[in-house]
């Protein structure tokens, strides 16, 4: 079992920034990959990023590529994965998730993860 709790989520100008914090609890956080995902209303829940339970491999969504950056910190007093995002648009306004298996990635799939935070909002204006 781990157990996440998501943060930094808020509102924010077209073109503006944000970081979203993951804090984990449980079990060895380094021995979890994860993953970040959004859901709009309305909309399906959808792949963000992922980051090898390492951190040396990365994957993004097309929409998010080069405005978006996954990383994490194994070290047992932080136990934290982030999404910084840059120049952020209308169309990234939605609840952001983290999510985490025990495996070494995790890759796209939602149901690939079993471990899920209760999700932080993000609204951007134009």
């Known amino acids: 079992q781990v157990q996440l709790v998501e943060s930094g989520g808020g509102l924010v100008q077209a073109g503006g920034s944000l970081r979203l914090s993951c804090a984990a609890s449980?079990?060895?956080?380094?021995?979890?990959?994860m993953g970040w995902f959004r859901q709009a209303p309305g909309e399906d829940r959808e792949f963000v990023a992922a980051?090898?339970?390492?951190?040396?491999?990365?994957?993004?969504a097309a929409s998010v590529k080069g405005r978006f950056t996954i990383s994490r910190d194994n070290d047992n007093t932080k136990n934290t994965a982030y999404l910084q995002m840059n120049s952020l648009k209308p169309e990234d306004t939605a609840v952001y998730y983290c999510?985490?298996?025990?495996?070494?990635?995790?890759?796209?799939?939602?149901?690939?993860?079993?471990?899920w935070g209760q999700g932080t909002q993000v609204t951007v204006s134009s």
């Open positions: 999510a985490a298996v025990q495996a070494i990635f995790g890759g796209r799939d939602p149901g690939g993860y079993p471990y």
């Open positions: 449980g079990r060895t956080f380094s021995s979890f990959a």
């Open positions: 980051i090898s339970r390492g951190g040396s491999n990365t994957l993004y």
